[in-house]
T-cell receptor, first 115, second 113 residues
Framework: DAGVIQSPRHEVTEMGQEVTLRCKPI?????LFWYRQTMMRGLELLIY????????DSGMPEDRFSAKMPNASFSTLKIQPSEPRDSAVYFC?????????????FGDGTRLSIL | GDSVTQMEGPVTLSEEAFLTINCTYT??????LFWYVQYPGEGLQLLLK?????DKGSNKGFEATYRKETTSFHLEKGSVQVSDSAVYFC????????????FGQGTELSVKP
């Protein structure tokens, strides 16, 4: 079975540009999570969805960040405008029950560099 | 609020040494507890879990026991290998409006031959 698929794997762009990260969860999973990982702050949950509905976006750092899940098989995380401090590895994860009894399955991440 | 605290890394060991990575938690109720592992260049993957007090999770030679009295879930392995070099995350499941995992800050393990 295909796992969680993220694209692109690497993104380098200049400050001020719009960045869109994409995620395809595992088929049948009801939950989708976006995380950010940096050396300074570790792994942070940005937002998560249940049945395509955003449940908790308290981790979204500011209005420059937005996330959507238009259907069960696709989600995007957008940063506009991007800033150098947004440089990080962004992970998408999906699961059946949020991770309570079944694991969260992570993609391989998007390594984002803002110059 | 609910939280997880892990011992700071990096932890550097020689091959075949004994490993302990400490994890303690603060939570209301009785959360499920997990260890996830992240190998270089990859996302996290579940290593083991325990869903109630005194449960022992185990996988790939790693073990952790859910200790309610000490609110701990320490990860142990009797003999580490170079291939165990990774970052290890302790986590608890927080049920609120659907549920999410709360992760510790991660502990980097480096095993030298």
């Amino acid at each position: 079975d295909a796992g969680v698929i993220q694209s692109p794997r690497h993104e380098v762009t200049e400050m001020g540009q719009e960045v869109t990260l994409r995620c395809k969860p595992i088929s049948g999973h009801d939950y989708l999570f976006w995380y950010r990982q940096t050396m300074m702050r570790g792994l942070e949950l940005l937002i998560y969805f249940n049945n395509n509905v955003p449940i908790d976006d308290s981790g979204m750092p500011e209005d420059r960040f937005s996330a959507k899940m238009p259907n069960a098989s696709f989600s995007t995380l957008k940063i506009q405008p991007s800033e150098p401090r947004d440089s990080a590895v962004y992970f998408c994860a999906s699961s059946f029950d949020g991770g309570r009894n079944q694991p969260q399955h992570f993609g391989d991440g998007t390594r984002l560099s803002i110059l | 609020g609910d939280s997880v605290t892990q011992m700071e890394g990096p932890v550097t060991l020689s091959e075949e040494a004994f490993l302990t990575i400490n994890c303690t938690y603060t939570a209301t109720g009785y959360p499920s507890l997990f260890w996830y592992v992240q190998y270089p260049g990859e996302g996290l993957q579940l290593l083991l879990k325990a869903t109630k007090a005194d449960d022992k999770g185990s996988n790939k030679g790693f073990e952790a026991t859910y200790r309610k009295e000490t609110t701990s879930f320490h990860l142990e392995k009797g003999s580490v290998q170079v291939s165990d070099s990774a970052v290890y995350f302790c986590a608890l499941f927080f049920y609120n409006q659907g549920g999410k995992l709360i992760f510790g800050q991660g502990t980097e393990l480096s095993v030298k031959p």
